[in-house]
């Protein structure tokens, strides 16, 4: 799994003007999943998102996670994170699962994530959809599950 995590003051997702999900001081996920992934790695990496320090304390340094300032997460599946652009001037998505697959562990992941206690606001699984925000720092993190260590269960 990719995510692309965004500190945001706000941040919601519209899909044909309407608005689906909407958060103020939070999270910003544009999440990915891959063939291989399962429900431990949705586990792993929502547990990495929920933990991560990136908000700023009373002396102003990143030791405060998202759940810690009081703050929401709006996850947007977006299976463009695993673009490769290698070759030609067209990107390949073959490194990202299919659509069964992909709306799964996406849901798994919101629902892990909300899980922790913070307040889960979502796009819509394959719908086009228009996502705005306001970056506060700006701050933006990118995790890798591979690179991250996370494995499939069957990996273990």
């Known amino acids: 799994m990719r995510a692309l995590l965004q500190r945001v003051s ?21 999440l990915a999943v891959a063939p291989a992934d ?9 547990a990495k998102v929920a933990g991560l320090r990136i908000f ?44 069964v697959v992909g709306e799964r562990l996406y849901e798994v992941f919101c629902e892990i994530l909300a899980s922790t206690g913070l307040s889960v606001a979502q796009g819509r699984f394959g719908a086009d959809m228009a996502v705005e925000l306001v970056n506060d720092g700006p701050f933006t993190v990118w995790l890798d599950s591979d690179e991250l260590g996370i494995e499939p269960h069957e990996a273990h």
């Open 10 to 30: 706000r941040a919601e997702v519209r899909i044909d003007g309407e608005r689906v999900g909407a958060i103020d001081r939070g999270l910003l996920i544009l």
């Open 38 to 46: 399962d429900e431990f790695v949705a586990a792993g990496l929502a």
């Open 56 to 99: 700023a304390d009373a002396e102003g340094l990143t030791n405060l996670s998202v759940g810690e300032v009081g703050g929401a997460a709006l996850v947007v599946s977006q299976f463009t994170l695993y673009a490769d652009a290698r070759r030609g001037r067209r990107p390949s998505f073959i490194g990202a699962a299919g659509p």
